[in-house]
Structure formats: structure tokens, C-alpha cells
């Protein structure tokens, strides 16, 4: 019984160590490209876009409309 013990205790202890990573800002996850054409400058109702994240939010959506 106690060696069981002892086995399951190194089991968990080896699993948390295994498990754990160190997570790290400057680590790239992916990159992005938009190309913000004319019709981006316009939301889909035809009012014009001030700022540069309401373009690459009417960029992705003619991206997925139109793909």
C-alpha cells in the first residue's frame, strides 16, 4: 500500500510539473494583414468610418462577405 502511495504521489507530482508551462508576452501567436480598400472607409449602411478599427472591422466582415 505504501509503495502505491509513494507511486501515485510521484505520478501527480511529475504530471504538475509536465503540465505547467511558462507563458511568455513576446511569444507571436499569429499575424494579420489588412488591406483597407476604399469601400472599408464606409460601414455597410454607407455612414463613413473615423477610426482605423472601425476599417479593419469592415475590412474582415467585405473579407467574409465576399469570400
Known amino acids: ?5 509513494r507511486f501515485a504521489v510521484a505520478a501527480l507530482l511529475l504530471a504538475s510539473v509536465l503540465g505547467t508551462s511558462t507563458a511568455r508576452a513576446d511569444d507571436m501567436l499569429g499575424s ?33 462577405k465576399f469570400h
Open 32 to 64: 494579420y494583414v489588412a488591406r483597407i480598400s476604399e469601400r472599408d472607409h464606409h460601414a455597410s449602411d454607407g455612414y463613413p468610418l473615423d477610426s482605423a478599427a472601425q476599417m479593419v472591422r469592415q475590412d474582415r466582415a467585405n473579407w467574409h
Open 1 to 5: 500500500m505504501n509503495e502505491t502511495r
